[in-house]
Structures are given as C-alpha cells and as structure tokens.
T-cell receptor
Framework: DAGVIQSPRHEVTEMGQEVTLRCKPI?????LFWYRQTMMRGLELLIY????????DSGMPEDRFSAKMPNASFSTLKIQPSEPRDSAVYFC????????????FGNGTRLTVT | EDQVTQSPEALRLQEGESSSLNCSYT??????LFWYRQDPGKGPEFLFT???AGEEKEKERLKATLTKKESFLHITAPKPEDSATYLC??????????FGKGTTLSVSS
C-alpha cells in the first residue's frame, strides 16, 4: 500500500518564480490536507479538502498561494510569485474521512527560495 | 495564544531512563487527541488517538494517557531508536488537526 506521495522532494528556486508542489493521496481517502512546517511555527494547516472540495483555506498566507484538487487522486499547491519567507517544508496528508480519522503524511517537499 | 503546548522542547535520556512528555491544550469540545512521531527528513507518523479523559493506549515502550487538560506520552526504558520528535495534535469539531511544536527526544546508549 503506497502511502501519500509528494513531489518534488526538494525544490530550490529564485524569488519571484512560480512553484508547484504535487500530492497523490492514499487511495480511498477522501480528505486531503496541506501543512507547512518551520522551526519557528511548527506545523501549520494551509488548506484542506473533503471530497475534492476546499473546506477551510483560512491558513493560506495570502493570494500568492493557491491549491487545487481536480480529482480524488491528485492535488497541487502553487506559490506565485515565491518569496524567501516561503522557505519551509510543505507536507500533504490524507485521511479516510474528515471526522477524527488519523492523518497519513507524505515525506514533504523542502522548498528553498533564494 | 497557542492552543496546544508541548513540553519540554527537547529531552535527552540515557538508554533505559524512563520519562514523560507533556501536551496541554486549552480548547473545549475536544473530539480527539493524536500523537505522532517524526523522524528527520520524514513526515509525521501516526501513533495513537485518545478520545476521552482516562483513556490510555500502549505501543511497545510508549503509553499515552489523557486528562481533561493534558496528555502524557510515557516512554519506558527507551532505546536509541526511540529518538525522534514527538508531536501532539488536537481535533475540534469542524477543524483540521492543530499541532503543537513538538518535543525532540534524544536517547543515547
């Protein structure tokens, strides 16, 4: 059983460039979450989807961030334009449903914006 | 104000030296409290869910307990392979998991 798959594992880009992070959730899971992890702030929720519909995007920092889930097996998180303060590890997680089921995390994308 | 606070931030133990990690929370209407383990360069890995005060869960050398205001993760006779960051998270109705900043455990032989 493949877990949550994220790509790329590492991304280094220059300020102002567009960055797209990708996630494939576990098959059969209908909730998907994007979190960002930094030393200072820990794990912060950016957005989550239930049955491909965004439920809560209050954690998205600003309009530079956008997320989509076109189908049950794929989601993207896009940053345009990127800034150095966006440097962090971005995690995708999925759960069987949104009702108290454990989250299963991917191994993250480490983003560095120079 | 943080809704989930973990202490200590870092803990160093000798192999075999038992100890406890603390997770305190300030929300009402808790639906569940989750413990995760995170190794360097990896995503958090699910350990336990606790739903009500008085509940306990065990897995190998780990035991998690829950009261109305806090949870403890007890580590009995730890081994070097237990070294990791342990994260606590809470679930309130209508929200996704809210995580604490974690406790980084180092166990030396």
């Amino acid at each position: 059983d493949a877990g949550v798959i994220q790509s790329p594992r590492h991304e280094v880009t220059e300020m102002g460039q567009e960055v797209t992070l990708r996630c494939k959730p576990i098959s059969g899971h209908n909730s998907l979450f994007w979190y960002r992890q930094t030393m200072m702030r820990g794990l912060e929720l950016l957005i989550y989807f239930n049955n491909n519909v965004p439920i809560d995007d209050s954690g998205m920092p600003e309009d530079r961030f956008s997320a989509k889930m076109p189908n049950a097996s794929f989601s993207t998180l896009k940053i345009q334009p990127s800034e150095p303060r966006d440097s962090a590890v971005y995690f995708c997680a999925s759960s069987r449903d949104g009702n108290n089921s454990p989250l299963h995390f991917g191994n993250g994308t480490r983003l560095t914006v120079t | 104000e943080d809704q989930v606070t973990q202490s200590p931030e870092a803990l160093r133990l000798q192999e075999g030296e038992s100890s406890s990690l603390n997770c305190s929370y300030t929300v009402s209407g808790l639906r569940g409290l989750f413990w995760y383990r995170q190794d360097p360069g990896k995503g958090p890995e699910f350990l336990f869910t606790l739903y009500s005060a008085g509940e306990e869960k065990e897995k190998e050398r780990l035991k998690a307990t829950l009261t109305k205001k806090e949870s403890f993760l007890h580590i009995t006779a730890p081994k070097p392979e237990d070294s990791a960051t342990y994260l606590c998270a809470i679930n309130q109705a209508g929200t996704a998991l809210i995580f604490g900043k974690g406790t980084t455990l180092s166990v030396s032989s």
